[in-house]
């Protein structure tokens, strides 16, 4: 059974700080990772992909992967309270120029962003 | 610059009624994903589809559920006889070949069973 883990919350942090947000997935075979931001009653939006161990910056967003502790997190700079959302944590088999498979997903994490 | 389209956006229906739910991609996309999403839980995968074949079904249940991408028109979910606990915002995804599998989501179907 491929599992994808993340802290549900909530989290709170004050307007301006730095969010962090979790991730961890039980198949060490994994290739691509996705964030992707959920406001209540809406749905999912990709804000970030990743593939390689690392950092990856986007705006005010940064992902980062290791690939050998099977984790990958979420820092989003500067919180605005429009971040306040749930963040899903997906991750898929295949690579970047492998065949579309099924992403297998997180149950999120609540974000709350105080203003 | 249309993305992937589902309709209808809400769908209510009684206790053993069908619904259909339709999906079209986002343009140059062959690739689609249907997620269904339980009252405060996350998404579940149900099945992935190309033009004209199922390609992974393992997330269906096996009854009353049933999906098609014909070779025209849009995907469609269907659901037969439906039960209360069908209830739930069904979210259908795209994505084209590569590109590591990012999907981008439609903007569901909410459904209720009455």
């Known amino acids: 059974q491929k599992e994808v883990e993340q802290n549900s919350g909530p989290l709170s942090v004050p307007e301006g700080a730095i969010a962090s947000l979790n991730c961890t997935y039980s198949?060490?075979?994994?290739?691509?990772f996705f964030w992707y931001r959920q406001y209540s009653g809406k749905s999912p939006e990709l804000i970030m992909s990743?593939?390689?161990?690392g950092d990856k910056e986007d705006g005010r967003f940064t992902a980062q992967l290791n690939k050998a502790s099977q984790y990958v997190s979420l820092l989003i700079r500067d919180s605005q309270p429009s971040d306040s959302a749930t963040y899903l944590c997906?991750?898929?088999?295949?690579?970047?120029?492998?065949?579309?498979?099924?992403?297998?997903f997180g149950s999120g994490t609540q974000l709350t962003v105080l203003p | 610059n249309a993305g992937v389209m589902q309709n209808p956006r809400h769908l209510v229906r009684r206790r053993g009624q069908e619904a259909r739910l339709r999906c079209s991609p986002m343009?140059?996309?062959?690739?689609v994903y249907w997620y269904r999403q339980l009252p405060e839980e996350g998404l579940k995968f149900m099945v992935y589809l190309q033009k004209e074949n199922i390609i992974d079904e393992s997330g269906m249940p096996k009854e009353r559920f049933s999906a098609e991408f014909p070779k025209e028109g849009p995907s469609i979910l269907r659901i037969q006889q439906v039960v209360r606990g069908d209830s739930a915002a069904y979210f259908c995804?795209?994505?084209?070949w590569g590109l590591g599998g990012e999907q981008f989501f439609g903007p569901g179907t909410r459904l209720t069973v009455l």
């Open positions: 198949d060490r075979g994994s290739q691509s």
């Open positions: 990743i593939y390689s161990n």
């Open positions: 997906a991750v898929n088999p295949e690579g970047p120029s492998g065949s579309a498979r099924q992403l297998t």
């Open positions: 343009k140059g996309h062959s690739h």
């Open positions: 995804a795209s994505s084209p």
